[in-house]
């Protein structure tokens, strides 16, 4: 049993349980032993009263106690084996940051009511995570912002007529900063400009070029069946120049993405830019 959200909340917890379920099936699938032994996981999102059990024996540690333990062992009991299966619940908090099959209403024991399962295929490639986040549900109005707005509409204007400008949006989590900013792009219409995200990752945190690779990778459009050598085509796509320039340029690129992709000595990737780099 593992509690994502306690001792310590994220805005993100039901999509941390989400990737931390499949890198679990995903190890336990490469073991030896495989497929003499398989994991699979159930995750619930709820309210759950902790203490300290063991009649206060600080050696034992304190435990959840409510529906959701009791549904996410369910899930886990109803979930083939190399398989990761959340209820609506933590769907709905996740739904557009994976690839989902849907289960259907099951009638779980002790529970009077059936819950809608998905089954979490694989983590998405996505540009937002705002609206990855979001999913389809659709915005609420947004309030009180007026004065925000109109500052950023006349930092661009200035942009527009040669003033180069930079804004900094900052604040603590919530408080609705990528909200603000995808207001901008709205009101912005069908004018004329490029947008570029880059986004940090808590997954990512000893990587110092994460966001840019994450931007290449959406830029060529890599996809995650895609083997060594269609990346590398993808990946030359992309470059801007002429042949000689981007055969100069491609193997910094591929030294770059070989920190994704692979480290191995005969990666594809090494194979190809090895007499390169040398």
Request: proline residues 5%; contains cysteine.
């Amino acid at each position: 049993m593992v509690y994502f959200g306690w001792p310590q909340a994220h805005e993100d917890d039901a999509a941390r349980a989400m990737r931390a379920g499949l890198e679990v099936v995903q190890a336990v699938s490469n073991l030896a032993v495989s497929p003499l032994i398989n994991a699979r996981v159930g995750i619930h999102t709820g309210v759950v009263v902790v203490g300290q059990t063991g009649q206060g024996d600080a050696s034992i540690p304190k435990a959840a106690v409510g529906d959701t333990p009791n549904i996410a062992a369910r899930l886990q009991a109803l979930a083939e084996p190399g398989s990761v299966v959340v209820s609506e619940r933590s769907f709905a908090l996740a739904r557009g940051m994976f690839d989902y099959t849907e289960l259907g209403p099951h009638a779980l024991k002790g529970i009077s009511e059936p819950v809608r399962l998905f089954r979490v295929m694989a983590a998405r490639t996505i540009e937002s995570r705002f609206d990855a986040a979001r999913g389809e549900v659709p915005l609420t109005p947004l309030v009180g912002r007026e004065e925000e707005i109109a500052l950023l509409l006349r930092r661009w204007q200035q942009a527009r007529e040669g003033e180069g400008q930079v804004v900094l949006v900052n604040g603590e989590p919530g408080i609705g900063k990528s909200r603000l900013t995808r207001v901008l792009s709205d009101r912005l219409g069908d004018e004329r400009s490029i947008v570029l995200r880059y986004q940090c990752s808590p997954y990512h945190a000893n990587s110092a070029l994460y966001p840019i690779i994450d931007q290449f990778e959406r830029a060529a459009a890599f996809m995650r069946e895609d083997t060594a050598e269609q990346k590398i085509q993808k990946m030359e796509a992309v470059l801007v120049g002429s042949d000689a320039q981007i055969a100069e340029q491609a193997p910094l690129f591929a030294a770059m993405l070989r920190c994704l992709y692979s480290s191995s000595r005969d990666s594809p990737f090494r194979l190809k830019y090895r007499k390169r780099e040398r």
